[in-house]
């Protein structure tokens, strides 16, 4: 897997990137037919290597929906993490804002 452009990518536009999967899927296996659910752990696996993350969490599978990624060092990657232990929290009933969700329904899905 080569990230390499991906990751440049992501530092030029200030630490976050929208791309689609099927871009991600051409540079992590462009000998791979599909992009399965295995394929798309992996490719998680190597962005929290190399430092990146994304939106939603648990990448799609389907090569025509778009993601964002984004530097996890950077001021969006920590707000991200944030959120996203926040969503792990209410998952497991220990939100201490339990209501903040209720605001930002679609900020839930996407942080799991």
């Known amino acids: ?22 871009f991600i899927k051409k540079h992590a296996a462009p ?3 599909r992009l399965s659910s295995e394929l798309c752990t992996q490719i998680s696996d190597e962005f929290e290597r190399i430092g990146l993350t994304s939106l939603p969490r648990t990448l799609p599978s389907s090569e025509n929906e ?3 990624v984004i530097q996890r060092d950077s001021v969006l990657g920590e ?3 944030v959120a996203a232990a926040l969503a792990h929290l209410d998952k497991l009933g220990m939100n201490p804002l339990p209501q903040v969700f209720d605001n930002y329904p679609q900020a839930k899905d996407n942080l799991s």
Do not use: Q
């Not at 990230?3 to 099927?22: N, P, Q, W, Y």
């Open 66 to 68: 778009f993601v964002w």
């Open 31 to 33: 000998g791979r037919a």
């Open 1 to 22: 897997m080569d990230f390499t452009i991906i990751k440049h990518a992501v530092e030029v536009d200030h630490g976050i990137k929208r791309l689609s999967m099927h």
């Open 79 to 81: 707000v991200a993490a």
